[in-house]
Each structure stands twice: as C-alpha cells, then as structure tokens.
C-alpha cells in the first residue's frame, strides 16, 4: 500500500511558543494564545506543552472550503491504521508530552482502530508505561509499540521515480509498518545534521530502512547514493500525512538546546522549512528541502508558507549549523 505526496498550494502551518499571548492573522484577524503563557526557556508541565501542541495544531488546521481553496482535511477513520513514528536516537529523541498527548487524543476521539508507536530501537521504559496506561484506558483499540530496527520489511518498489544513483531500479527494503499503514504522523524535536543540515520530521524516514539489510549503521543504504536523494526515496513510499517538530529540548552542533516551541502542519516538509527558518537557515538553500519541494512534496521556502501564531522572527533561536551549511 503506498501512498503519494500532496500537498496544499499555500500550505498551512502552525507556530507556537511557551510564550504565546495572542497571535494575528495576515488580515488583522486576532487569534487566542495560550492561557498560560512563559517564556520559552522555561520549565513547563505537561499540561503546558499539550496545550501548546493543540494549539499549533488547531492553527494548522484548515478553515471550511471556500472558492479557490481546498476543504477541510479528512479526519482519520475509526479503522484505520494509524503510525506516529517518533525520533528516537542517542542524539535526538521526540519530546514525549507531544508524543503521547498525540497518542492519547487520537484514542479518546476515535480516530484510529490500530495506534502503533515506532521508532528507530527500543522503546524507553517510560514509553513503554505510558503505552500500557493507554492501552488498559482504550480497551476498544489496538495500541503498541514497533522497533523499526527489527520490524519485518518488504522490498517495495517505488510509486514513482527514484533518484540514489546506485539504485537505478528503485527498489529499496522498508519496513513493513509504515508500507501497510494508513496514516503516518510524523514526530521530532528541532535538530541540525551534518549529512542534511537540518533533521526533523523527514529525517524520521532513515528509520524505515532495516538495518538487517543495510548494515547496523546503515552504511550499504548510504552507499546507494547522495544522502538527500537517499531519504527521498524512503520519504516517497509514504509521506507523512501530519507532522509535529518541538518540544523542549533540541539539538545542534555543540549539543542541547532548551527552546519551548511547537511546529505542526498537515505537509512535513512544509514543516521541516518553517523548522529551518527557526533554527536560523536560510531554508530554501537547504539541499534537502530545495530537492524535496522541486520533488513535488511540499513547500522549501518560508516565503510561500502560511504560517500561523507566532512569526518566525519572534521564534528564532540561534542553532549552530553543521560546517558548510547557511
């Protein structure tokens, strides 16, 4: 089952931090902020960062279908099968209030008869009781946990064409959970990387390669080709129908970075280049995020995003890139 890239003309993203009073549509329309507003280097309740990642996500959502514009998004069905694949790594792990405040709301509306979790390795003893709450709280739906790095895979061919160079047949091995899923919702913290300059929710699609057949470190789906090409042909077996980057802690080059901020769209690499632009590229000279808009899937300049709730001005924070990277 494969699934291909659409995306809206001027996609829609939302953009929220700790600190949100009040934001303003591009007519002067007044948005509702946060009750609880802090400043985004600050300590926050679990409470807090799920009100703020409902907000983002309520910013993202479209309005009712107007002339020239497209309708409201279809809202996952009660059979559906429905994958949040979560980073999850040494370096970089998706921040866990997002994770679950996802998790949980898709189980208490409904949306969804199998909610699967998945990551790049075991998951966290902390995930794990938190599946299990879950779980005993929604008898009615099939909710676990899936290891990508040892789920069974398939080898699939591409629903379009390809572009690693030393794959001209297109054909690479995935993982089964994400070729036969539904719906992939896609989470991540805000991170930089020196192979793509910027990591974040597409990035969470070199997990879906298996290790069993490309090596521990997957060195043989590197050897395919240019990185960039590489992870789009695993992004374009199924892209990601949400996408969430946030949460409190991040990565750069010299390590941590503490920064309160939700980002969500219904078009990741839309998401990713508002990501970008946050961190403090200029998105839009990103390789990764160039090639993927040029692809078809989705929008690589801030510019043509519609972004919603606070500006990327005020939600800059300064991330050191990775050397050769603007």
């Not at 379009?160 to 047949?169: D, G, H, V, W």
């Not at 995935?174 to 991170?191: F, G, H, N, Q, W």
Request: glycine share 8%; with cysteine; hydrophobic share 45%.
């Amino acid at each position: 089952m494969l699934a291909s890239a659409t995306f809206d003309a001027v996609p829609r993203v939302g953009v929220v931090l700790s600190s949100l009073k009040q934001a303003e549509e591009h007519d002067g329309t007044k948005l509702t902020g946060l009750a609880q507003p802090c400043p985004p280097d600050s300590s926050l309740s679990r409470e807090q960062m799920a009100a703020m990642l409902h907000k983002a996500m309520e910013f993202s959502a479209r309005r009712l279908s107007r002339p020239g514009r497209s309708g409201p998004r279809k809202m996952p069905e009660s059979d559906e099968w429905v994958v949040f694949v979560a980073a999850l790594s040494a370096q970089s792990r998706a921040d866990e209030v997002l994770v679950f405040t996802m998790l949980e709301d898709y189980a208490k509306r409904g949306m969804g008869r199998r909610l699967t979790l998945a990551a790049d390795g075991a998951a966290p003893a902390s995930w794990s009781e938190r599946l299990k709450q879950v779980s005993a709280a929604h008898p009615a739906r099939r909710i676990e946990y899936v290891d990508l790095s040892k789920d069974a895979w398939l080898q699939a061919p591409a629903p379009r064409r390809t572009f690693a160079k030393s794959n001209p047949q297109g054909v690479y091995a995935l993982a089964k959970t994400v070729l036969e899923c539904d719906r992939l919702i896609s989470i991540a913290p805000l991170a930089t990387s020196p192979v793509t300059g910027v990591a974040a929710a597409v990035a969470n699609y070199w997990a879906v390669a298996p290790r069993e057949v490309y090596g521990a470190n997957r060195e043989k789906l590197f050897a395919l080709g240019d990185a960039v090409d590489v992870l789009t042909d695993l992004y374009l077996h199924h892209p990601a129908d949400f996408a969430v980057v946030g949460g409190a802690q991040h990565r750069d080059e010299k390590g941590a970075v503490r920064h309160n901020i939700v980002i969500a769209g219904g078009n990741a690499v839309a998401v990713d280049t508002i990501a970008a632009a946050v961190m403090g590229f200029q998105a839009d000279k990103l390789p990764l995020l160039d090639r993927l808009e040029a692809r078809g899937f989705g929008v690589g300049n801030p510019d043509s995003i519609w972004t919603r709730g606070n500006e990327i001005d005020e939600a800059r924070k300064a991330f050191q890139k990775p050397a050769g990277y603007l």
